[in-house]
Nanobody, 114 residues
Framework: QVQFVESGGGLVQPGGSLRLSCAAS????????VGWYRQAPGKQRELVAR???????TYASSVKGRFTISRDNAKNSWYLQMNSLKPEDTAVYYC????????WGQGTQVTVSS
């Protein structure tokens, strides 16, 4: 069983920055890819960014150039640096990973508002 602990969400003004973290624990596993989804009220969950073990990265077009995903395999952790945040980035952000099946974090609220 794999479990995740997410952290780093909060309230930030437009143009501000936040850094989300996701730490995985549990039995031995190979998580690939890892990444982040988000879900805004009344909208479907959407992929924000993902990174593969070979460092191939995919970003949603809406965050490209503003968000950066990274991973630390030694710590079984990955991160989402979010810069130039906009009100439309407001959502619950979920970290996820695939190891045969998909695993999800508990979600962390990100609110961008003045």
């Amino acid at each position: 069983q794999v479990q995740f602990v997410e952290s780093g969400g909060g309230l930030v003004q437009p143009g501000g920055s936040l850094r989300l973290s996701c730490a995985a624990s549990g039995s031995s596993f190979n998580l690939n890819p890892v990444g982040w989804y988000r879900q805004a009220p009344g909208k479907q969950r959407e992929l924000v960014a993902r990174i593969w073990s070979d460092d191939t990265i995919t970003y949603a077009s809406s965050v490209k150039g503003r968000f950066t995903i990274s991973r630390d395999n030694a710590k079984n952790s990955w991160y989402l640096q979010m810069n130039s945040l906009k009100p439309e980035d407001t959502a619950v952000y979920y970290c996820y990973a695939r190891s045969g099946i998909l695993y999800w974090g508990q979600g962390t609220q990100v609110t961008v508002s003045s």
